[in-house]
Protein backbone atom coordinates (compact mmCIF):
# COMPACT_ATOMS: atom_id res chain seq x y z
CA UNK A 1 0.00 0.00 0.00
CA UNK A 2 2.50 2.33 0.69
CA UNK A 3 4.46 1.77 -2.26
CA UNK A 4 1.19 2.43 -4.20
CA UNK A 5 0.79 5.47 -2.69
CA UNK A 6 4.01 6.39 -3.35
CA UNK A 7 3.47 5.98 -6.59
CA UNK A 8 0.37 8.35 -6.48
CA UNK A 9 2.46 11.35 -4.73
CA UNK A 10 5.27 11.19 -6.89
CA UNK A 11 2.87 11.56 -10.10
CA UNK A 12 1.52 14.51 -8.49
CA UNK A 13 5.05 15.75 -7.65
CA UNK A 14 6.41 15.35 -11.10
CA UNK A 15 3.58 16.98 -12.82
CA UNK A 16 4.18 20.09 -10.44
CA UNK A 17 7.80 20.36 -11.20
CA UNK A 18 6.69 20.04 -15.14
CA UNK A 19 4.10 22.73 -14.55
CA UNK A 20 7.19 25.18 -12.26
CA UNK A 21 10.00 24.05 -14.77
CA UNK A 22 11.10 26.94 -16.31
CA UNK A 23 13.07 24.77 -19.17
CA UNK A 24 10.34 23.61 -21.60
CA UNK A 25 12.61 20.52 -22.25
CA UNK A 26 12.98 19.92 -18.76
CA UNK A 27 9.39 19.89 -18.37
CA UNK A 28 8.59 17.53 -21.11
CA UNK A 29 11.12 15.20 -19.46
CA UNK A 30 9.33 15.56 -16.00
CA UNK A 31 5.73 14.95 -17.86
CA UNK A 32 7.56 11.63 -19.11
CA UNK A 33 8.49 10.90 -15.67
CA UNK A 34 4.83 11.25 -15.05
CA UNK A 35 3.92 8.99 -17.53
CA UNK A 36 6.43 6.43 -15.68
CA UNK A 37 4.48 6.97 -12.39
CA UNK A 38 1.57 5.79 -14.39
CA UNK A 39 2.71 3.06 -16.14
CA UNK A 40 4.42 1.57 -12.56
CA UNK A 41 0.81 2.29 -11.05
CA UNK A 42 -1.00 0.45 -13.48
CA UNK A 43 1.31 -2.56 -13.07
CA UNK A 44 0.96 -2.44 -9.71
CA UNK A 45 -3.00 -2.43 -10.43
CA UNK A 46 -2.77 -5.69 -12.29
CA UNK A 47 -3.00 -3.98 -16.39
CA UNK A 48 0.17 -5.29 -17.71
CA UNK A 49 -0.93 -4.35 -21.17
CA UNK A 50 -2.10 -0.86 -20.57
CA UNK A 51 1.57 -0.04 -18.86
CA UNK A 52 3.41 -1.33 -21.13
CA UNK A 53 1.36 0.99 -23.73
CA UNK A 54 1.55 3.73 -21.28
CA UNK A 55 5.26 3.66 -21.17
CA UNK A 56 6.04 2.79 -25.09
CA UNK A 57 3.49 5.46 -26.31
CA UNK A 58 3.15 8.55 -23.49
CA UNK A 59 6.49 8.19 -22.03
CA UNK A 60 8.30 7.24 -25.47
CA UNK A 61 6.71 8.49 -28.03
CA UNK A 62 5.04 11.65 -27.36
CA UNK A 63 8.04 12.71 -25.01
CA UNK A 64 9.89 12.58 -28.70
CA UNK A 65 7.27 14.56 -30.15
CA UNK A 66 7.23 17.44 -27.51
CA UNK A 67 11.13 17.24 -27.29
CA UNK A 68 11.00 17.86 -31.06
CA UNK A 69 8.57 20.56 -31.14
CA UNK A 70 10.71 22.21 -28.29
CA UNK A 71 13.89 22.76 -30.27
CA UNK A 72 12.06 23.99 -33.03
CA UNK A 73 10.66 26.83 -31.13
CA UNK A 74 13.77 27.23 -28.79
CA UNK A 75 14.95 30.81 -29.66
CA UNK A 76 11.07 32.22 -28.88
CA UNK A 77 11.21 30.92 -25.24
CA UNK A 78 14.83 32.34 -25.02
CA UNK A 79 13.64 35.87 -26.29
CA UNK A 80 10.07 36.35 -24.69
CA UNK A 81 10.22 34.27 -21.25
CA UNK A 82 6.73 33.95 -19.76
CA UNK A 83 5.92 35.36 -16.08
CA UNK A 84 6.98 33.42 -13.81
CA UNK A 85 5.24 34.31 -10.55
CA UNK A 86 2.38 32.65 -11.67
CA UNK A 87 4.22 29.32 -11.46
CA UNK A 88 6.17 29.82 -8.44
CA UNK A 89 2.50 30.35 -7.08
CA UNK A 90 1.61 26.67 -7.51
CA UNK A 91 2.71 24.86 -4.16
CA UNK A 92 0.57 27.75 -2.31
CA UNK A 93 -2.54 27.20 -4.40
CA UNK A 94 -2.06 23.10 -4.81
CA UNK A 95 -1.32 23.27 -0.56
CA UNK A 96 -4.79 25.51 -0.42
CA UNK A 97 -6.89 22.95 -2.82
CA UNK A 98 -5.08 19.82 -1.39
CA UNK A 99 -6.33 21.65 2.38
CA UNK A 100 -10.04 22.46 1.29
CA UNK A 101 -10.37 19.30 -0.62
CA UNK A 102 -9.17 16.93 2.26
CA UNK A 103 -12.20 18.17 4.19
CA UNK A 104 -14.77 17.09 1.88
CA UNK A 105 -13.79 14.86 -1.00
CA UNK A 106 -12.42 11.36 1.04
CA UNK A 107 -15.85 11.57 2.36
CA UNK A 108 -17.62 11.80 -1.12
CA UNK A 109 -15.08 9.24 -2.17
CA UNK A 110 -15.95 7.02 0.51
CA UNK A 111 -19.88 7.50 -0.45
CA UNK A 112 -18.71 6.50 -4.27
CA UNK A 113 -16.71 3.44 -3.78
CA UNK A 114 -20.02 1.94 -1.77
CA UNK A 115 -21.74 2.42 -4.90
CA UNK A 116 -19.57 0.30 -6.88
CA UNK A 117 -21.06 -3.02 -8.60
CA UNK A 118 -18.70 -5.80 -9.05
CA UNK A 119 -18.44 -7.17 -12.29
CA UNK A 120 -17.56 -10.34 -13.67
CA UNK A 121 -14.20 -10.14 -13.67
CA UNK A 122 -11.67 -12.35 -15.54
CA UNK A 123 -11.84 -12.28 -19.60
CA UNK A 124 -8.84 -12.00 -21.73
CA UNK A 125 -7.63 -8.70 -22.74
CA UNK A 126 -7.09 -10.27 -26.52
CA UNK A 127 -10.69 -11.76 -26.83
CA UNK A 128 -11.61 -8.22 -24.89
CA UNK A 129 -9.94 -6.35 -27.51
CA UNK A 130 -10.62 -8.37 -30.63
CA UNK A 131 -13.66 -9.99 -30.69
CA UNK A 132 -15.79 -7.32 -28.30
CA UNK A 133 -14.65 -4.12 -28.55
CA UNK A 134 -13.95 -4.33 -32.34
CA UNK A 135 -16.03 -1.06 -33.21
CA UNK A 136 -13.25 0.75 -31.04
CA UNK A 137 -10.33 -0.74 -33.23
CA UNK A 138 -12.11 0.61 -35.86
CA UNK A 139 -12.69 3.96 -34.05
CA UNK A 140 -8.62 4.03 -33.17
CA UNK A 141 -7.49 3.46 -36.99
CA UNK A 142 -10.07 6.13 -37.78
CA UNK A 143 -8.71 8.76 -34.88
CA UNK A 144 -5.32 7.96 -36.41
CA UNK A 145 -6.08 8.85 -40.13
CA UNK A 146 -7.60 11.67 -38.52
CA UNK A 147 -4.09 12.99 -37.09
CA UNK A 148 -2.33 12.27 -39.90
CA UNK A 149 -4.80 14.56 -42.29
CA UNK A 150 -4.27 17.37 -39.68
CA UNK A 151 -0.85 17.20 -40.08
CA UNK A 152 -0.99 16.79 -43.86
CA UNK A 153 -3.00 19.83 -44.13
CA UNK A 154 -1.14 21.86 -41.58
CA UNK A 155 1.83 21.51 -43.48
CA UNK A 156 1.09 21.34 -47.09
CA UNK A 157 3.17 20.86 -49.25
CA UNK A 158 4.34 24.05 -51.66
CA UNK A 159 3.65 24.26 -55.42
CA UNK A 160 6.52 24.98 -57.36
CA UNK A 161 7.37 27.93 -58.10
CA UNK A 162 5.72 29.87 -55.38
CA UNK B 1 -10.48 6.17 4.72
CA UNK B 2 -9.93 3.10 2.28
CA UNK B 3 -7.39 3.22 -0.77
CA UNK B 4 -8.83 3.82 -3.75
CA UNK B 5 -10.46 7.18 -1.95
CA UNK B 6 -6.86 8.21 -1.08
CA UNK B 7 -5.68 7.38 -4.43
CA UNK B 8 -8.66 9.88 -6.27
CA UNK B 9 -7.80 12.47 -3.59
CA UNK B 10 -4.45 12.33 -4.92
CA UNK B 11 -5.78 12.12 -8.88
CA UNK B 12 -7.79 15.11 -7.69
CA UNK B 13 -4.53 17.05 -7.00
CA UNK B 14 -2.75 15.69 -10.50
CA UNK B 15 -5.62 17.01 -12.21
CA UNK B 16 -5.55 20.23 -10.22
CA UNK B 17 -2.28 20.31 -10.77
CA UNK B 18 -3.02 20.15 -15.09
CA UNK B 19 -5.68 22.55 -14.53
CA UNK B 20 -3.57 25.10 -12.82
CA UNK B 21 -0.51 24.74 -15.47
CA UNK B 22 -3.45 25.64 -18.86
CA UNK B 23 -4.77 28.65 -16.49
CA UNK B 24 -1.73 30.02 -15.80
CA UNK B 25 0.49 30.00 -18.53
CA UNK B 26 -0.23 31.18 -22.46
CA UNK B 27 2.52 29.22 -24.33
CA UNK B 28 0.47 26.12 -26.24
CA UNK B 29 2.86 23.76 -25.50
CA UNK B 30 2.35 24.60 -21.63
CA UNK B 31 -1.19 24.01 -22.36
CA UNK B 32 -0.47 20.69 -23.98
CA UNK B 33 1.06 19.59 -21.08
CA UNK B 34 -1.85 20.74 -18.83
CA UNK B 35 -3.84 18.59 -21.21
CA UNK B 36 -1.44 15.45 -20.64
CA UNK B 37 -1.54 15.96 -16.82
CA UNK B 38 -5.31 15.57 -16.77
CA UNK B 39 -5.32 13.37 -19.20
CA UNK B 40 -3.03 10.87 -16.73
CA UNK B 41 -5.49 11.67 -14.20
CA UNK B 42 -8.61 10.51 -16.85
CA UNK B 43 -6.69 7.38 -16.98
CA UNK B 44 -5.65 6.43 -13.46
CA UNK B 45 -9.10 6.98 -12.25
CA UNK B 46 -10.72 4.59 -14.92
CA UNK B 47 -7.91 2.34 -14.38
CA UNK B 48 -9.07 2.67 -10.50
CA UNK B 49 -12.35 2.27 -10.91
CA UNK B 50 -11.63 -1.24 -12.95
CA UNK B 51 -9.98 -2.35 -9.88
CA UNK B 52 -13.00 -1.43 -7.81
CA UNK B 53 -15.35 -3.13 -9.77
CA UNK B 54 -13.13 -5.97 -10.73
CA UNK B 55 -13.45 -4.88 -14.65
CA UNK B 56 -9.94 -4.62 -14.98
CA UNK B 57 -9.51 -5.82 -18.54
CA UNK B 58 -13.02 -3.46 -20.07
CA UNK B 59 -10.75 -0.74 -18.51
CA UNK B 60 -7.44 -1.70 -19.58
CA UNK B 61 -9.15 -1.53 -23.32
CA UNK B 62 -10.70 1.66 -22.62
CA UNK B 63 -7.51 3.21 -21.46
CA UNK B 64 -5.81 1.63 -25.23
CA UNK B 65 -8.13 4.02 -26.69
CA UNK B 66 -7.99 6.94 -24.14
CA UNK B 67 -3.73 6.78 -24.83
CA UNK B 68 -4.53 6.71 -29.02
CA UNK B 69 -6.39 9.70 -28.22
CA UNK B 70 -4.47 11.28 -26.28
CA UNK B 71 -1.59 11.01 -29.00
CA UNK B 72 -3.11 12.14 -31.84
CA UNK B 73 -4.50 14.95 -30.43
CA UNK B 74 -1.01 15.91 -29.02
CA UNK B 75 0.25 15.67 -32.57
CA UNK B 76 -2.16 17.52 -34.02
CA UNK B 77 -1.83 20.50 -30.86
CA UNK B 78 1.90 20.45 -31.51
CA UNK B 79 1.43 20.84 -35.84
CA UNK B 80 -0.46 23.75 -35.06
CA UNK B 81 2.11 25.25 -32.19
CA UNK B 82 4.75 24.81 -35.05
CA UNK B 83 2.92 26.23 -37.69
CA UNK B 84 2.31 29.42 -35.71
CA UNK B 85 5.55 29.69 -34.60
CA UNK B 86 6.46 29.76 -38.45
CA UNK B 87 3.79 32.03 -39.24
CA UNK B 88 4.01 34.37 -36.29
CA UNK B 89 7.52 33.64 -34.77
CA UNK B 90 5.70 33.17 -31.24
CA UNK B 91 4.03 30.56 -29.23
CA UNK B 92 1.45 32.49 -27.75
CA UNK B 93 -2.04 30.64 -27.57
CA UNK B 94 -3.60 34.38 -28.00
CA UNK B 95 -2.05 34.42 -31.59
CA UNK B 96 -3.48 31.87 -32.79
CA UNK B 97 -6.51 33.51 -34.41
CA UNK B 98 -4.08 34.44 -37.16
CA UNK B 99 -4.32 31.48 -38.51
CA UNK B 100 -7.81 31.41 -39.32
CA UNK B 101 -8.38 31.33 -43.09
Known sequence: MIYHTLLFALAVVFAAWAVMSRSLLISAMMLALVSVCVSLIFFNFGAPVAAVFELSVCAGLITVLFIGAVSLIRTDEEAHPENRVRFYALPLAGAIFAIAAWFYLPGFFNELSSWARIGRGGGDIGLELWDMRRPDLLGQLAMLAAGVFVVKSVFPRRAKGK | ?101
Open chain 2, 1 to 101: MNIFSLDWYLIALLVFTGFYCMLASRSIVRQLIGLEIISKGAMLTVISAGALTNNLVFAQALIITMIVIEVVVVAAGLALLVKNFRINGSTDIWKLNSLKG
